[in-house]
């Protein structure tokens, strides 16, 4: 609805969702560069600042925690497991988002894309933005969970175990032919392998 919303108010035609959906991971300037193909004559910018606005209003009120996710973050926090947040959303939807969803207080290290030097997949964005609060920590004892290959491919490259979360929005076959550590198929799952 954000993408359609926003395509529409910069006088785009709309995304089809099927070709919206698989770029959901990427980040928002780059998600729009690819659904606007070769058209050189697009302010992405604006395109991403309207998506960035209509967030509040359409996808927020959509958006639910899945079933389990409350208590597994409850149990993952008494296991005193600390936890980090490394999203392609950009900081203030982010924090919108974790407020109305009342998960915050989980979360020890916040990071949105405006947040960060370098995207996921980099392994310079560990390095940059997540070993300076995580410490000396073996790379190993690492778990990286999401839904997209995006996800699992920076787990890949920072050399951290990849749990990939098949519920999500990943494509099955890309993100099985990483071959993740662990694959949960319920974020009640994750208590089982951290």
Request: net charge negative; aromatic share 6%.
């Amino acid at each position: 609805g954000c993408m359609a919303g926003a395509f529409e108010s910069c006088d785009l035609h709309p995304p089809r969702l099927e070709d919206v959906r698989p770029r959901i991971g990427l980040r928002l300037e780059e998600a729009i560069r690819q659904l606007i193909r070769d058209r050189r004559d697009v302010d992405i910018t604006a395109v991403a600042e309207r998506y960035r606005e209509l967030h509040v209003s359409v996808a927020a009120p959509a958006t639910v925690l899945y079933p389990g996710a409350q208590s597994a973050l409850a149990m993952l926090d008494a296991a005193g497991i600390r936890l980090a947040v490394v999203s392609q959303k950009a900081r203030r939807g982010l924090t919108q988002l974790m407020g109305q969803l009342a998960v915050e207080q989980y979360f020890d290290l916040v990071l949105g894309s405006d947040d960060v030097t370098a995207p996921k997949p980099q392994a310079a964005l560990y390095e940059r933005h997540i070993a300076p609060w995580a410490g000396e920590v073996e790379r190993e004892r690492l778990l990286v969970v999401g839904d997209t290959d995006i996800d699992l491919r920076f787990a890949v490259n920072v050399g951290a175990r990849g749990c990939w979360a098949e519920y999500g929005y990943g494509h099955r076959d890309s993100c099985r032919a990483i071959e993740p550590a662990h694959t949960i198929g319920s974020i009640t799952d994750v208590t089982s392998v951290c």
